[in-house]
């Protein structure tokens, strides 16, 4: 089979993986309808073969990845979100290990500094976006304004917003925002791919045990974490709305089973994939001068 049978046929095997759990208009949408622990039909004995079919579409990822930034037309943003423990740093770090750092960028957004709170909620995020022939990688992203923001009241104190604009209508106002911006980013070449990483209850237990109980692991745990795990229900419903509100062709959620790392893994790569499969990527064609450019450097390197 020739490479470009390969690469189509991987596209293919690609949309079939993240199609399931593509979210492109939330009305219908609801958390409980994805299973956390969802490996579609693989099981815990196709393990393997989930691995050897991510390491393929890291290989894939690479080549469009290489037009991509060769091309210089398109710039794609992959955004993060998910409760603690569910898995966006392995995902990232695997998923995207085959890329060129040169034209790669992630940034990890955390608690709003000083100057950050002296601007509006998006400023810090746009400061981020990736340049035309890059991938922008948010872990977390401008979504914690209607994730942890709404869950605590108190952070949306400290935002500084004057009283009379903070409303009832205050999270409808900013789904809107969020949608108008992305719709804005889409319009001016930026390709938008959104994952959540559904992991369940149990399983992020189970994930906090081993950081306390495997030294090796005591540095990613944080008291905070169990802190925020008593606002679980709170999150599922905030989560629910955020993907209901901002699910849309142009920027669609990945809501994905994230119980199992290895199927998780699989399901982020393959859903890159199909972005960027879609913007008919290609390496420039060399205009005719350039071509009698390159065959005269060529018969003078050979003359030598």
Known sequence: MSDKNKTADMIKRARAFCEPFRVTDGSR???????????????????????????????????MQDKLYAQDKWAVLLIFQALDAAGKDSAIKHVMSGVNPQ???????????????????LWRCMKALPNRGHIGIFNRSYYEEVLA??????????????????????????????????????????AICKFFLHVSKDEQKRRFLERIDNPAKNWKFSYADIEERGFWSQYQKVYEDMIRHTSTRFAPWYVVPADHKWFTRVVVAAAVINTLASLDLRYPQVPAEKQKELAAARQQLMAE
């Open 29 to 63: 949408f609801r958390l409980k309808d994805i299973d956390p622990g969802d490996t579609l039909h693989l099981t815990a004995g196709d393990k393997a073969q989930a691995q050897e079919e991510l390491a393929r579409g890291v290989q894939v990822l690479a080549d």
């Open 103 to 121: 034209g790669c960028n992630v940034h990890a957004f955390k608690t709003p500094s000083a100057e950050e709170l002296d601007h509006d909620y």
């Open 149 to 190: 923001v709404r869950v605590h009241p108190e952070y949306l104190k400290a935002q500084k917003i004057p009283p009379r604009l903070i409303g009832r209508d205050i999270w409808k106002q900013r789904f809107e925002d969020i949608v108008n911006f992305e719709r804005y980013l889409a319009r001016n070449g930026m």
